[in-house]
C-alpha cells in the first residue's frame, strides 16, 4: 500500500530486449509497480539472465521508484493435466519462474492452474496440491509467493470459485502459496462487481473459502463480455460491462487498499496498458478517497 494509504498501481508491461527494459516500460507510463512475463507466455523457453543484463536490472529498478514487480508465468502450464510430460514441464516452468523471481527479488510468480479437462476438481486435486508442494519445494528461498489465478470459468478451467481456489491452497498446505484477484475472470465467472452487495458477496466469499490475508495481487481488468459469460476477454477500464463505478467500488473498498493493482488492459492503441489508462485507474481511487459517487 502507498503512504497515503491508496493502493498501489501497475501495469503489466513487455520486457523485450531484456528485463531492464520493463522497468523503464514502467516509469514511462507512471505505473507504481510492475508485472512482466520473464519468458514467451506461449512457450517453454527458458531464461538465461546474462549477468550484465541482471546487474543493469537491479541498478535500474533501484532507481527507478517503482514499489514491486510481479512475474506471470507462462499460460502453457496445467497442473490438473493426465499427461505426466505435460505436468512435468509445468511444474519445471514453475520452478523455473521462481529462480528467476529469487534472482530479481521479485514479489511474486502468478499462473494459471491449467484445466482438469472434464474429469473434476476432485480427480486431480491430489495431483495439483503435491506438484504444487514441488515446487515450492524445488524453488529457491526468497520472498517471491507463488500465487494461483482465479479463470473466468471456460471448460474444465480451475480456479473458477473462491471454492475451488480454497481447496487448492488447502491442498497444497504452503503459506508461500496466495492468490491473485482478476476483476475480468471473476465477472465472466458470476462474481458480479456492480454493486454494493454483490462485492460485498464477492469478498465475503473470498474471505470465507481463501481468506484475505492470502490475497496479494489483483488484477485490474474491465470484462468484454457479460456476467456469467466465462469468456477471458479484457476491456480497458471504463469501456466493458463492469464500467468506471465498479473499479471506484472496489478502490474504495478498505480490504483491497493493501493489495496492489496491476492493468492488463489493451490500452489506446492495443499494446497494452498505457499512461492513460494508469492514470485513470489512479483517479478513481483518489475519487473514491474523497467521496465521490
Known amino acids: 500500500m502507498s503512504s497515503a494509504g491508496l493502493p498501489l498501481i501497475g501495469a503489466h ?18 505505473a507504481d509497480l510492475i508485472q512482466t512475463h520473464p519468458t514467451p507466455a506461449r512457450t517453454w523457453r527458458p531464461l538465461r539472465l546474462d549477468p550484465a543484463i541482471l546487474s543493469l536490472y537491479r541498478e535500474s529498478f533501484a532507481a527507478s521508484g517503482l514499489r514491486g514487480h510481479h512475474l506471470h508465468a507462462v499460460y502453457l502450464v496445467n ?22 523471481a529469487a534472482s530479481l527479488d521479485a514479489d511474486s510468480v502468478v499462473f494459471h492452474a491449467g484445466s482438469h479437462l472434464g474429469a473434476g476438481l476432485d480427480a486431480v486435486l491430489g495431483q495439483i496440491g503435491a506438484a504444487l508442494r514441488e515446487v515450492l519445494a524445488a524453488s529457491p528461498p526468497g520472498r517471491a509467493r507463488l500465487l494461483v489465478e482465479n479463470s473466468a470459468g471456460s471448460g474444465g478451467t480451475i480456479g473458477r470459485s473462491f471454492t475451488e481456489l480454497g481447496r487448492i491452497l488447502h491442498a497444497a498446505g504452503s503459506d508461500r502459496l496466495g492468490v491473485c484477484l482478476d476483476t475480468q475472470h471473476a465477472f465472466a465467472s458470476g462474481y458480479d462487481l456492480r454493486s454494493d452487495e454483490g462485492v460485498e458477496g464477492t469478498l465475503g466469499e473470498l474471505a470465507r473459502e481463501v481468506g484475505l490475508d ?26 466493458g460491462e463492469l464500467g468506471l463505478a465498479a473499479f471506484r467500488r472496489l478502490l474504495g473498498d478498505p ?19 498505457d499512461r492513460e489508462q494508469v492514470a485513470l485507474l489512479k483517479s478513481l481511487r483518489q475519487r473514491r478517497r474523497r467521496g465521490a459517487p
Open 255 to 273: 480490504r483491497l487498499r493493501r493489495v496492489p493493482w496491476v492493468l492488463e488492459v489493451p490500452g489506446s492503441r492495443r499494446e497494452g496498458p
Open 79 to 100: 497442473l490438473g493435466s493426465p499427461r505426466p510430460e505435460l505436468l512435468h514441464a509445468s511444474i519445471s516452468s514453475l520452478v523455473h519462474h521462481m529462480e528467476i
Open 13 to 30: 508491461v513487455p520486457a523485450r530486449g531484456g528485463v531492464h527494459n520493463a522497468v523503464a516500460a514502467g516509469v514511462a507510463i507512471g
Open 214 to 239: 492470502r490475497l496479494h495481487l489483483v488484477h485490474a481488468n474491465d470484462s468484454r463480455t457479460g456476467l456469467g459469460s466465462n469468456a477471458d476477454r479484457h476491456a480497458n477500464v471504463g469501456e
